[in-house]
C-alpha cells in the first residue's frame, strides 16, 4: 500500500511540473501610451527579475526610462545590460533576429526586453520558442505615438 501512494504522489508530482512549464507565458506584448507607463513597465520587469540573479537584457531601450528605474523605483541596475542598435531609421530598427534568439535560448539573461521592434509572426513564434528553450522572458513593449 505504501509503495502505490509513493508512485501517485510522484505521478501528481511529474503531471503538476509539466503543466506548469506549459502555462509560462515566454513571450509578452506590452503596449504603453508614454514615458512614464514605460518606465514603469522597465521596473516591474526588473523587480520580477531579480530573485533570479540573472541579468536583465534591455535592447533599444528609451534612455530616460532607464535611468528613471534607479532614481524612482529603486531598481538595483548593476544587473541590467543595455544594448543599441544604430539605424539611420531610427523609429523602426531591423534587429538581427538570430542573435536575440541565441540570447534567449542560452539562459543567461532572465529577461529580454525588446523596445519598439516590429516582427513577422513567424519571427515572433521563433522568439517565444527560443525563450521557452532558455527559460527566459522575452517582452516585445511598443511605445504608441499619439497624436
Not at 507607463?37 to 522597465?42: T, V
Not at 531601450?61 to 523605483?73: D, G, Y
Request: proline share 1%.
Amino acid at each position: 500500500m505504501f509503495n502505490v501512494n509513493s508512485n501517485n504522489i510522484n505521478m501528481i508530482a511529474d503531471g503538476d511540473n509539466t503543466v506548469s512549464q506549459l502555462n509560462v507565458n515566454w513571450l509578452q506584448h506590452t503596449n504603453v501610451n508614454n514615458n512614464y507607463e514605460l518606465s514603469n513597465q522597465y521596473a516591474h520587469i526588473c523587480q520580477q527579475h531579480k530573485q533570479e540573479k540573472k541579468w536583465v537584457l534591455f535592447i533599444n531601450p528609451e534612455e530616460s526610462s532607464i535611468e528613471k528605474l534607479a532614481k524612482t523605483h529603486g531598481v538595483d541596475v548593476s544587473k541590467i545590460l543595455m544594448v543599441n542598435y544604430k539605424s539611420a531609421i531610427k523609429s523602426h530598427t531591423k534587429i538581427d533576429l538570430e542573435q536575440i534568439k541565441s540570447v534567449l535560448s542560452k539562459g543567461n539573461c532572465s529577461a529580454v526586453i525588446l523596445s519598439n521592434t516590429d516582427f513577422a509572426s513567424e519571427e515572433i513564434t521563433q522568439l517565444e520558442n527560443s525563450a521557452c528553450a532558455g527559460k527566459t522572458q522575452c517582452v516585445l513593449l511598443k511605445k504608441r505615438i499619439l497624436h
